[in-house]
């Protein structure tokens, strides 16, 4: 069987792109956390893109386009997941965006510097039944960490094409692209099926069971049984996903099948508390549940592919640049000081554009408001075309002068953080801290901005995890927070009328922490901080741009 890579894909269709476009083809692009999706998203679609919430969740779905000679290719970019197991709302929403809309074409992008973890989600995906392209993306830091990646034997093992990039620098996204296009004008799988990862003989048996009952209940169609391959739900069953309840009202058929099933299996059988279905196999002792023998199985599989196409090779040149700055910025006693000077100039930085927009805006639309304030000035004083003219300047100024330089600067400000590796480290460097306040580590960031304005303050609770979090974290920056200008007020009128600063501030903090507290344990907030550590790089100029 010929090797499906990504050259040999281009270059058997570069002649059939210019053909005529057909429909709209949608593409997926899936991936963990801090791989580059977002960059990747941006290299494909640049500014013609929206993003929003998935309904009924809060987590933000990014969509695009981008036009080829196949026609008009819709992409979206999925929130960054681990698993396909539904344990928080990225993952729900990942799972619903692949199983509840009509994908074409899964784009997985992989961190070539954890091929074994990032592996997994490859795993679960092929279970799915749709074509696939896997993309590896910062091979340059893999190289940089002494690992060659063959790439070929990887296609081959898949029997996916494999991709390698550079998305920071553009490197592979022309073949990315291509690749794409050519999917698009075929539309069938690039690799002629998706080769599902075969588990154990006792899980495959348990799988084929679940199987065959599924598909003599529920009806296929297209080569699914409503949004699922019957593969797919099988193991979906297995693993007892929290997305059970949607499973069940997206298949009424299931709660009595699996009832069934869980009758039949656990007959003789000491069922364990909390296991999947009883499975005959269940290798729990006492009370303990053990590992799904689904997602152990994967896991190995995984690892065992990385180890027969990852080399490892001695580092013998002296840290980049690059490493040095992460070993400053990871190590407390250093890291501290320099992320606490970082979010200084975040302060600083939204201040002084604050300061600029109210000198210069008025300077630009000065001659629009003397215009409206002279028309106001030939009605009669206090009739109701005089108070609404007159009201005009201030609703022309107050936008351009506050509102848009302050979310400007706020989102310049988290995308720079963001894209170049700075906001975790943060995060993680005040997680003790903001676990006394009953709050994730990412909270620091709002709160901090909030002390120079609370509109950029409010802004940055997005990222927050949690909804409880949020709003929380909103509702310290409403009562007990001043802004940069409340501060200036206060300072004033306590040193007019001779009061205690100390006692006024102190006052302040006092109140700010037992609310923190209060609200932190009345909404139960998530404390716990499960942050993965990104590369620090630098950040993409037109990725910066596009996402301001």
Sequence with gaps: MPNPTASTVVKE???TLRAEPSREFTVALVGQPNVGKSV??????????????????TVEVTKGYFLSPSGRITVIDTPGTYSLHSDTEEQKATQRVL???NIDLIVNITDARNLPRNLYLTLQLLDLNVPMVLVLNQMDMAKEAGLTIDTAALAETLQLPVIPMVAAKGEGYEKLKHAI???????????AKPIPV?????????????????EKTIPEEDGKHRLHPSRALAVHLMEHDTLDEDLFQAYPEL????????ANV??????????????????????????LPTCLERTQKAQAISNSVVKHTQVSSPDSIRLRIEKLLDHPPTGIPILAFVAFLAIKTTLSILDFAEAFVPWVLGPLVNLFSSLAGSFTKGSLAEIIISAVPEGILLPFEVVMPTMLSIYLIMALLEDSGFMPRIAVMMDRAMSFLRLPGQAIIPIVLGFGCRAPGVLATRTLSGKASRLAVSTLLAIPIPCAATLGIITGVGK?????LRVIYGSIAVVFVLLARLVGRYLETDQELILEIPPIRVPSVKAQVILV
């Design 99 to 101: 199983l509840e809309t």
């Design 13 to 15: 269709n570069q002649e």
């Design 40 to 57: 990747i998203m941006n290299l494909l679609t640049g500014a013609r893109v929206m993003v929003s919430n998935y309904p009924g969740t």
């Design 198 to 214: 075969a588990f154990s003989p006792q899980v495959e048996s348990v799988i084929s069971t679940l199987q065959s009952h599924i």
């Design 266 to 291: 656990a007959v003789n059988q000491s069922q364990c508390t909390g296991c999947f279905r009883g499975c005959g196999f269940c290798p729990a002792a006492d009370d303990y549940h053990p590992i």
């Design 496 to 500: 007019a009328f001779g009061a205690s």
């Design 181 to 191: 296009a050519a999917a698009a004008y075929t539309r069938e799988n690039i690799s």
């Design 255 to 262: 709660p009595g099948l699996v009832e069934e099933l869980q």
